[in-house]
Structures are given as C-alpha cells and as structure tokens.
C-alpha cells in the first residue's frame, strides 16, 4: 500500500491535437501501452459527491486498486495492489472491497462499502514522456460508445507546472479547455445514455 499526492493538469484534445502533440514529443504507435480503468461507486454516487473516485487498474500486469480524494493541493492516492482474482470479484455482483488502507479511507468518508459496486470499465491506449519537471501523458481513451483525447502533465510544483503547461499548449495554438477527470466523464456519458433510455 503506498499514498501519493497527486498533481495533474489535463486538456482535452481533437484528434487532430493529439496527434500533433504525439508528433511534437516524438511518440510513435508502438509507444502506446494499452490499460482497463474499472470504476466503482454506490448507486447514489456518494463517492464522487465527495470528490472522490474509486478505480481498478490493469498495468504491467499488476491490479490496482486506488482510492482518489481531493487535497489541499492536487489528488491524495491510496494504492492497494490485489491479485487477479479479487479484482474479478470486484467486478461481478454482490462483491465487497478487501481489507486495508483503501477500505479505511473510504469508512473515513463516511460511506458504507457495502453499498459500492461496479460501474463500468474505461479503456485507455496511453503514452508517457518527461516533459521539464514533470511527466506529459497522452492518452486516448474509449468507453461505452465513445471515444476522447487527452493531455496530461503531472508534475511536483504546482505553479511551476502549470505556467509549463500553459505555455506548451499556447506554443501549439491548442485552447485550454474545462477537461473534468476521466471517471466524471465516464458517469457523466453513462447518465446521458440512461436517460435517453428513459424518454
């Protein structure tokens, strides 16, 4: 189990963006690693009420299990690895959360894990590149009938990373843009297609 805060900036990108991004810092195809984002929350969103998001990831061939929370400055991280097994659990009904620090902060919340399931999974083709002090991350991600593009760039120092930031963006003559985070986008696609259901 490890904790880290985390201190991201993101934009989200046309196509076309991205792939000049991609051409700028030199990335080819075969950079792109592939990894499932699995999300979870109760019915009644009461993590993301909170600022909070609860996801597994599939990386290098480890299952993780993190707990994002919002910090004075940037994201607090609980990481958890678990074995394969348990994360298959994690996504069928009627499952419940290991024991550990992740299940700690979450009754630290306030919110009953009992209560918390499964949403859906959102997969991410990504490639990393250090970028001054801090690492640029473009990922492409799909999820239910959707697709988007994205830039991220985590650095240590918040406003030294962020002038960074801006300036990269200006130099391409790509506008900043309100770009909520990955799982937000994903519920958010998620309820616009129930409700159309609904109609």
Do not use: C, W
């Not at 992740?102 to 590149?129: C, D, M, P, W, Y």
């Amino acid at each position: 189990m490890t904790q880290e805060i985390e201190i991201e900036y993101k934009n989200l990108l046309t196509k076309e963006e991205f792939f000049r991004l991609a051409d700028f810092f030199q990335i080819a195809d075969h950079d792109f690693k592939h990894q499932d984002n699995h999300y979870f929350d109760t019915p009644e969103f009461h993590l993301k009420e909170r600022g909070a998001a609860l996801r597994i990831r599939f990386k290098n061939g480890r299952y993780v299990l993190t707990l994002k929370e919002p910090a004075p400055v940037g994201l607090l991280e609980t990481h958890q690895e678990i074995t394969a097994e348990h994360a298959s659990e994690l996504i069928s009904p009627a499952s419940s959360l290991p024991k550990g620090k992740v299940l700690e902060q979450i009754h630290s919340l306030g919110i009953h894990s009992e209560n918390i399931s499964f949403f859906g999974t959102l997969s991410t083709n990504r490639a990393e590149k250090t970028y001054k002090n801090g690492l640029i991350v473009l990922d492409h991600s799909r999820y239910i009938n959707k697709e988007d593009y994205e830039i991220e760039y985590e650095v240590l120092d918040a406003e030294e990373g962020l002038l960074a930031f801006r300036e990269l963006l200006a130099s391409l003559q790509i506008p900043m843009r309100k770009t909520p985070n990955k799982i937000k986008r994903f519920y958010d696609h998620k309820r616009e297609i129930e409700n159309e259901k609904e109609l």
